[in-house]
């Protein structure tokens, strides 16, 4: 085969492949962009069991800087907008919404039944007393809210942990199907109406 028609059928090929990858490589940043990943803040990514029920901050872009967190918001609200089409994602996120609200009410409670025992310490000026029938009662309350605490923080902010993980993980898995599903099922070469070499691909659709 003469040199310069082989440097034309080069030549072709390689415009052909470049296309190729361009169009790959948009559709990967499409659904990269897509798929977000999330990545909490250092100091709540090993909060683990019992650790102390503040808000979580995290971040979608690359940032390490404080200012580069947000907050969830104290019921992980401001996270579900990521979460969206992940089920396993969004039901651990309820879960956790579940534990704060149980946890807002353990500390109502607490709150009140000091609040009720207190009153009674100074319900009557002559004398003071610290252990009547109510008092007993308010005091009762209040252990039962404080053990009640332990059980209800234990695994709250794994659950919020989990949403996060369930999202990334899914969205690796989507990033990586996209990929496979552009990945070309046939490559041969094929010759145009003049006769001139070309690359051809061809992709199933699935």
Request: some cysteine.
């Amino acid at each position: 085969m003469p040199q310069p028609h082989l440097t034309r059928i080069s030549g072709v090929v390689r415009r052909v492949a470049f296309v190729a990858l361009c169009a790959l490589g948009v559709s990967a940043t499409a659904q990269a962009q897509q798929s977000t990943i999330i990545r909490l803040a250092p100091e709540d990514q090993n909060r683990g069991q019992n650790g102390v029920q503040k808000n979580f901050y995290f971040t979608t872009g690359v940032g390490t800087m404080e200012s580069d967190y947000q907050s969830a918001g104290f019921f992980g609200q401001r996270l579900r907008p990521y979460l969206a089409g992940n089920q396993e994602a969004l039901d651990n996120l309820n879960r956790y919404r579940r534990q704060k609200w149980l946890f807002l009410a353990e500390r109502l409670t607490f709150v009140g039944a000091v609040g009720v025992y207190g009153q009674q310490v100074l319900a009557k000026d002559e004398k003071q007393q610290y252990f009547n029938t109510q008092q007993q009662a308010a005091i009762g309350v209040a252990a039962f809210s404080l053990l009640s605490n332990i059980f209800i923080s234990r695994h709250t902010n794994s659950h919020f942990q989990r949403a996060v993980e369930a999202h990334n993980a899914g969205s690796t898995a989507a990033r990586t199907g996209a990929l496979y599903q552009l990945r070309p099922s046939t490559v041969g070469l094929t010759a145009s109406r003049n006769g001139q070499p070309l690359l051809a691909l061809s992709w199933n659709l699935r």
